[in-house]
């Protein structure tokens, strides 16, 4: 089921990148770059949870498309990241953190697909909370405005990103954690 709606909505994600990107690059006032990247991230974002209500409810689902769905996520939040560093609105040491997590974690349930242990690793809801918290603060620091009642979205995503930060270590060890004993077992 490579060409399905739900996986078509996934493809989106990744396209969406390089534009999220190229948005920085238009010759618009910063507020209006800012206004479009923010929009954009967040539509695509919505995607990922769109793709896979279509998916349950068209009887679409696949292997593939359970494969690649959570790589266009982590790419587009990884995008996102970089385009933040860059723009200085978080920290290098942030975007280490989540990137460095998610391949880590990746690395990690490869393995244990492997050797037959995946059930160890299957998503908890720490891993649905660090998602949602990066989804979250990533819009905020793209938009980096004014919000109703004096608020400055720079600052609550700056907020956002810190505990996405500390969710994402939190998931990390909790993983971790799971698959100790499979890791055990299999380095004596």
């Known amino acids: 089921m490579f060409w399905t709606i739900p996986t078509i909505m996934t493809w989106t994600r990744i396209v969406a990148i390089p534009l999220i990107v190229g948005v920085f690059y238009l010759p618009l006032t910063e507020e209006s770059r800012n206004l479009i990247a923010t929009v954009m991230f967040v539509v695509f974002a919505a995607t990922d949870w769109l793709d896979g209500f ?107 990103i810190w505990i996405a930060a500390v969710l994402t270590v939190w998931s990390m060890v909790y993983y971790l954690q799971k698959a100790l004993p499979e890791i055990r077992a299999r380095v004596k």
């Open 54 to 160: 279509l998916a349950r409810r068209l009887n679409q689902t696949s292997s593939f498309g359970a494969f690649l769905d959570p790589v266009a996520d982590k790419f587009l939040v990884a995008a996102s990241l970089l385009v933040l560093v860059h723009l200085q609105r978080t920290d290098v040491f942030v975007a280490l953190i989540i990137i460095g997590r998610e391949i880590a974690i990746s690395a990690l349930r490869e393995w244990m697909a492997q050797i037959g242990a995946s059930r160890s690793v299957a998503v908890h809801m720490l891993g649905k909370l660090k998602t949602t918290a990066q989804m979250v603060a990533i819009p905020f620091l793209l938009y980096d405005g004014p919000l109703p009642a004096g608020l400055d979205s720079g600052v609550v995503g700056l907020w956002l």
